[in-house]
């Protein structure tokens, strides 16, 4: 089916959750897929080549909208770009994507846990009361959801994936984080991964990496990354490190519903405090010394990728919209 898709991109920055979608529609483009894809130029947004010509000025964009089969509306930390939604009005083919989240260590505060889900609380991480209403369908990157708004954390976007088969995996433990101010959980993991190498004989990489470019080449390297969240419960090197098929160390998964089954894999290991981090890192040391075979992780990437990649976040939003 031929698809026509207007999005709406924030105006002050790239947001990682649009970034996820953007790149989504990239790849279902470059496999041929029947797209026709347009984004307003005025919000200077980055995006992949394939949708260079993609990029038109907003009179064009707004035009292109009137008669697209569906709106991606999506968040930015600064601003949403509602004036250009309004103009276009829209709202039953507009659907909002939400890839806030609460920030700091506020996410841990029972408290504001509750403020947020009861609705009281105006900062980011909150349910947009107004784009609920408004729009078709309501994704979000974070807890809380309610009734019409679904779960859409990152994916694995293409450029984590610098991963193929002749990659030699050499580093046993990679455990970096963009900062670790927030929360101080990180710095602590960090702490303890080393030590625990260090002790063990095991390699890891714990240094903050120059690019991003050096940081993927180095997680596709390494037999086991190690997450933690940061201002949110979704956080990207959660996905990059699947992304680059390696075992995976996280704290407890708390982005899709407490019951769903969807991140259920046999490379996922969850901690709920330090003292888990330290079993697992024990029992996954275990399994590197005496039964790690790279060769055996293929079968479940491949699951994986299929399941969560950024295309695939992509198809799930348009099987939502477009089921009924």
């Not at 009137?66 to 829209?90: H, M, P, S, V």
Request: charged content about 30%; glycine content about 6%.
């Amino acid at each position: 089916m031929h698809y026509k898709i207007a999005v709406i991109t924030p105006s002050d920055a790239n947001d990682i959750l649009g970034d996820t979608i953007i790149d989504g529609l990239a790849d279902l483009i470059s496999e041929k897929k029947d797209l026709e894809v347009r984004i307003p130029a005025e919000t200077k947004y980055v995006v992949p080549k394939e949708l260079k010509n993609s990029v038109v000025s907003t009179k064009e964009f707004i035009e292109f909208a009137q008669t697209a089969d569906l709106i991606f509306l999506i968040w930015g930390k600064r601003k949403l770009n509602t004036e250009i939604a309004e103009k276009i009005n829209r709202w039953d083919k507009t659907i909002f994507i939400d890839g806030a989240e609460v920030g700091k260590d506020r996410r841990y505060d029972p408290a504001m846990q509750n403020i947020i889900i009861h609705g009281t609380f105006g900062g980011y991480g909150r349910i947009y009361d107004d784009m609920h209403k408004k729009c078709a369908m309501y994704f979000k990157r974070e807890k809380p959801y309610r009734a019409g708004v679904k779960p859409l954390p990152f994916g694995i976007e293409r450029k984590y994936q610098v991963y193929d088969s002749s990659t030699k995996k050499d580093i046993d433990f990679f455990c970096v984080f963009g900062q670790e101010e927030f929360p101080a959980l990180r710095k602590h993991v960090r702490e303890i991964v080393q030590n625990f190498c260090q002790k063990n004989n095991f390699t890891c990489h714990t240094e903050k990496t120059k690019t991003k470019e050096e940081f993927y080449k180095l997680s596709a390297r390494s037999k086991v990354g190690i997450s933690v969240g940061g201002g949110g419960y979704d956080t990207a090197r959660f996905w990059e490190t699947l992304g680059n098929n390696a075992l995976l160390i996280t704290e407890k998964i708390d982005i899709f519903e407490p019951d769903s089954s969807i991140l259920d894999y046999e490379r996922v290991f969850e901690f709920n405090n330090l003292y888990d981090l330290e079993y697992y890192l024990e029992k996954v040391g275990h399994i590197l010394k005496n039964f790690y075979n790279q060769d055996n992780l293929q079968l479940e990437y491949e699951k994986i990728l299929a399941n969560h990649s950024s295309k695939a976040r992509v198809e799930y939003i348009f099987h939502e919209f477009f089921k009924n």
